[in-house]
């Protein structure tokens, strides 16, 4: 693994470290490429504040300094500067408005709830409802339709515990959707050593049949989670029992 577009700060509130250490760990670990994709700021304008995002006040310090670690280390790595967004269809046309200023490269679509932050369903949580699974597919498709997005990153976050056959009627479509859009979809490593619901096997079978193709994501929010080998080589089962095509890095 050479690549990972898939990292976070501590402006998030919910990852530790300092971007200098995440940069040199990752050279540590043999790393060629480095994306920094902290949870994006959003500007709700009904006054709600998220506790899992950076605040839209603290964007440009988290521009400033991934660039300049981008040139302190450009003889060592290749630093690349993105955000993990959201598909919050109310606010999402003034999120392209706060981020049109920025050098960013790229967005992740990481679609966690339903509707907006403050008044949808965390798609993680056990549920055997089919409608938060058909609205978080719906959103999902409609921002790749977009064409905002680089990847789709844990994909398989719903913890559906409905029929299977709902479960495969509404992902094997989103899968299509990704594949038809030329939108790798990812395997998770913070899903698997956190004891996750995802890598989903339901999800990686319909991938199997569907061949989208497929991107690791490291989704660091520690700085020892930067590298693991035991979930490296996981994946990398999931991509041969499956045979995905795996990219081991993106264009941006």
């Excluded at 919910?14 to 480095?34: F, N």
């Excluded at 009904?46 to 400033?64: C, F, W």
């Amino acid at each position: 693994m050479i690549a990972n577009y898939h990292s976070h700060t501590s402006r998030c509130h919910h990852a530790t470290g300092t971007q200098r250490e995440y940069v040199e760990k990752a050279i540590e670990a043999g790393y060629k490429i480095w994306g920094f994709s902290d949870h994006t700021p959003y500007p709700f304008d009904n006054g709600y504040v998220s506790g899992i995002r950076m605040l839209p006040e603290e964007l440009e310090g988290y521009v400033r300094e991934t660039l300049d670690l981008r040139d302190e280390y450009k003889d060592d790595i290749e630093i690349h500067l993105g955000l993990e967004v959201e598909y919050f269809p109310k606010h999402f046309e003034a999120l392209l408005r706060l981020t049109e200023n920025y050098p960013i490269e790229y967005f992740l679509l990481a679609q966690h709830s339903t509707n907006n932050d403050y008044d949808g369903v965390y798609v993680g949580l056990p549920t055997d409802d089919e409608r938060i699974l058909a609205q978080y597919c719906s959103q999902v498709i409609t921002a790749m339709d977009t064409g905002k997005f680089l990847y789709l990153a844990h994909p398989d976050l719903p913890n559906f515990t409905g029929d299977d056959r709902i479960y495969d009627q509404y992902m094997r479509e989103l899968i299509r959707r990704a594949k038809a859009r030329h939108m790798p979809v990812e395997i998770n490593f913070l899903g698997m050593w956190d004891g996750r619901n995802y890598p989903d096997a339901r999800f990686w079978k319909i991938a199997g049949e569907e061949q989208p193709d497929v991107i690791l994501g490291a989704d660091s929010h520690r700085v020892d989670r930067i590298w693991l080998p035991e979930c490296e080589e996981r994946a990398k089962k999931i991509v041969a029992e499956k045979h995905l095509n795996l990219l081991t890095t993106l264009p941006l």
